[in-house]
């Protein structure tokens, strides 16, 4: 299928040929930063969009964007959980798959598949990239020199997951639980510390690929996906499931930039606006 953009450029939904192993899910609103994600080619992942805003343009415009679209109302793991629920085979043919903030800006379609070649490459349950902007926890702060870092524990803002672990998580999936609560029974689910102790590791923080996080929206302010007022639940079912332990506050060695892949290297700076 092909579109035509506003300076009538032909634009084609799919330009590689056979199916796409990569998946990137978002929750978008009204006030996104969704479609310069995919406005350079050569992306390697597709594109499902769940629309919980209330303009009529703006759903427009995701639709068109979108390899698959939906409306519903949630945060974007319960929202994913529901659309699965519907499509029993919805993350089938894929490998790999991003559950992102709406809001990630400086993202292009570069980055996001390093990200993904980086999660392959390294045998990893899940990554987050390092960002600029609203930081909630230091460890997403890039280190410089740093390819990687192997954090157990991050913000779960921008989180690439392996497909097979991400559809486990969502089969046990407590739709009462978002924000910190979400990261920490994930990060629970996934096995915590264990995840990299061992010579093999399989959690880490991407320095290499910096994204921003802006602290406000267009609008100048972040959109409200629901109201919640279960913190208090939240908090109870972490924190009293037998076997939990908080995460530790770990500071964990960089991983040397030249110990990035130069392919991966190369497809992370591709398209990229110097700027960013």
């Known amino acids: 299928m092909a579109t035509i953009d506003r300076k009538g450029v032909l634009l084609l939904k799919h330009q590689d040929v056979g199916p796409r192993k990569f998946l990137v ?16 080619g050569g992306r390697k992942f597709d594109l499902y969009i769940n629309f919980y805003g209330n303009n ?4 427009s415009k995701l639709r068109d964007i979108a390899d698959k679209f939906r409306v519903g109302k949630g945060h974007k793991y319960n929202c994913l959980a529901y659309w699965l629920s519907e ?15 709406d809001d990630m800006q400086h993202a292009s379609s570069g980055k996001i598949n390093a990200l993904f070649q980086i999660l392959m490459h390294e045998d990893l349950h899940w990554l987050s990239p390092s960002w600029t902007g609203k930081v909630y926890k230091n460890v997403n702060a890039a ?11 991050f913000d779960m803002t921008f989180p690439f997951w392996n497909k097979d672990k991400l559809a ?9 639980l978002r924000g910190f609560y979400e990261d920490l029974w994930s990060w629970f689910y996934l ?5 990299n102790e061992g010579e093999k590791k399989r959690s880490a923080v991407v320095d290499a690929v910096i994204v921003h996080n802006p602290p406000h929206r267009s609008n100048g302010k972040k959109e409200e996906v629901y109201t919640d007022s279960i913190s208090r639940d939240n908090a109870k079912k972490v924190r009293e499931t037998p076997g939990f332990t908080q995460p530790k506050d770990i500071v964990t060695p960089i991983v040397p930039l030249n110990k990035m892949p130069p392919h991966i290297a190369a497809e992370a700076a591709r398209c990229t606006d110097p700027s960013s």
Do not use: I
């Not at 609103?29 to 995919?38: N, Q």
């Not at 499509?87 to 903030?101: H, I, K, M, R, S």
């Not at 096995?191 to 995840?195: D, V």
């Open 191 to 195: 096995g915590g510390e264990k995840m």
């Open 87 to 101: 499509e029993p085979d919805l993350l089938d043919q894929y490998d790999a798959v991003a559950v992102l903030d």
């Open 25 to 40: 899910f978002t929750n978008a609103g009204d006030h996104s930063s969704v479609a310069p994600w995919v406005e350079c």
């Open 168 to 176: 486990g998580y969502l089969q046990q999936h407590d739709d009462r």
């Open 56 to 59: 009529e343009g703006e759903k």
């Open 143 to 153: 280190q410089p020199g740093s390819y990687l870092r192997y954090q157990t524990f």
